[in-house]
């Protein structure tokens, strides 16, 4: 069975200052998909970027990237010029390719502090 | 909808009492799944409906949870003789299933306090 592994139950950042969330996963699958997904007191889970595993360059969405180590099997995310808005739970999320759940860490949560 | 409903938002029940909850998915989602969200905790896996095909059961965790869902669209979570562990957050998403790692939508789930 695949695990995911999020080993900051915590982390705080300056606003405008860049944070780094960690995430490590195991399976002995090639064909595999990762998520972060974000989310707010609202308790809402919103996407805020997906890897496939096949591909080697690196996921960007606007202020959020990722490092994506295959071989490593690590799956980092960065949030550049941390904005308010921002500090929420954050969970990493792996998806198999021949199965349809996603299976989650335990979840970071961020502050962002002004 | 524009999203994926949710209802009741918030639940507070007497432990042995059964709770109905419901799950509006984003029209045309083929795929409807339940999470269920302990406090401080991920997300477990609880059941999964593809369309038409048998729904993967594989994450209930009693014979006192089941679910169904009405063709595409609406899905009940039922737990019976509910117990103080199952308080928790309840979560439904949805998504299309057209090909694999299809982003799935959430809603903002049922807060479910057994006392």
């Known amino acids: 069975a695949q695990t995911v592994t999020q080993s900051q139950p915590e982390m705080s950042v300056q606003e405008a200052e860049t944070v780094t969330l960690s995430c490590t996963y195991d399976t002995s699958e090639s064909d595999y998909y990762l998520f972060w997904y974000k989310q707010p007191p609202s308790r809402q889970m919103i996407l805020v970027i997906r890897?496939?595993?096949?591909?080697?360059q690196n996921a960007t969405e606007n202020r959020f990237s990722v490092n994506f180590q295959k071989a490593a099997k690590s799956f980092s995310l960065k949030i550049s010029d941390s904005q308010l808005g921002d500090a929420a739970m954050y969970f990493c999320a792996y998806l198999s390719g021949s199965a349809r759940q996603l299976t989650f860490g335990s979840g970071t949560q961020l502050t962002v502090l002004p | 909808g524009a999203g994926v409903s949710q209802s009741p938002s918030n639940k507070v029940t007497e432990k042995g009492k059964d709770v109905e909850l419901r799950c509006d998915p984003i029209?045309?989602?083929?795929?409807l799944y339940w999470y269920r969200q302990r406090l401080g905790q991920g997300l477990e896996f609880l059941i999964y409906?593809?369309?038409?095909?048998?729904?993967?059961k594989s994450g209930l965790p009693s014979d006192r949870f089941s679910a169904e869902r009405t063709g595409e669209s609406v899905s009940t979570l039922t737990i019976q003789r509910t117990q103080q562990e199952d308080s928790a957050v309840y979560l439904c998403?949805?998504?299309?299933?057209?090909?694999?790692?299809?982003?799935?939508?959430f809603g903002q789930g049922t807060r479910l306090t057994v006392v």
């Open positions: 409906f593809q369309g038409n095909s048998a729904p993967d």
């Open positions: 998403a949805s998504s299309l299933d057209v090909g694999r790692g299809t982003e799935a939508f």
């Open positions: 029209s045309g989602h083929t795929a």
């Open positions: 890897q496939e595993a096949y591909k080697q």
